[in-house]
């Protein structure tokens, strides 16, 4: 597979560098972060990514309203949802709304790869 550009939205700064370093160990590149899905959509606008990883639970906009606003304004968009255990019924939301894939924390390296190959090769 080739490299990725990636745009990861957490509201915590460990995750988002334990995603970074995960990713950057997966041969992607991190084009763009946000600590809220307030701003999700603009930095999706500016940074143009192959695939966004999307925290549900984030203080202002949560992950569910970011997924809705980004894929309203690029339907092909492909979000791949990071939950904690417990978050199902959210996951599944974000998934009707259009999210191609789920990854649970802590976050694995090969369920996140295995996520992203999905989501690239789901082009419906």
Excluded at 5 to 19: A, F, G, R
Excluded at 24 to 52: F, K, M, W
Excluded at 79 to 105: F, H, M
Aim: charged residues 25%; glycine residues 6%.
């Amino acid at each position: 597979m080739t490299a990725l550009k990636v745009l990861v939205i957490d509201d915590s700064p460990m995750t988002i560098k334990i995603m970074e370093s995960i990713l950057n160990d997966l041969g992607h590149e991190t084009v763009g972060t946000e600590h809220s899905g307030e701003r999700a959509l603009e930095t999706y606008r500016a940074c143009q990514p192959d695939i966004v990883t999307m925290d549900i639970v984030m203080p202002v906009v949560d992950g569910i309203e970011a997924t809705k606003r980004i894929i309203a304004e690029f339907p092909d968009a492909k979000i791949i949802i990071v939950s904690a255990y417990g978050q199902e019924t959210t996951v599944q939301d974000a998934l009707k709304w259009g999210a191609r894939g789920y990854v649970t924390k802590p976050i694995k390296a090969e369920e996140l790869d295995k996520q992203i190959k999905l989501a690239i090769a789901n082009n419906d």
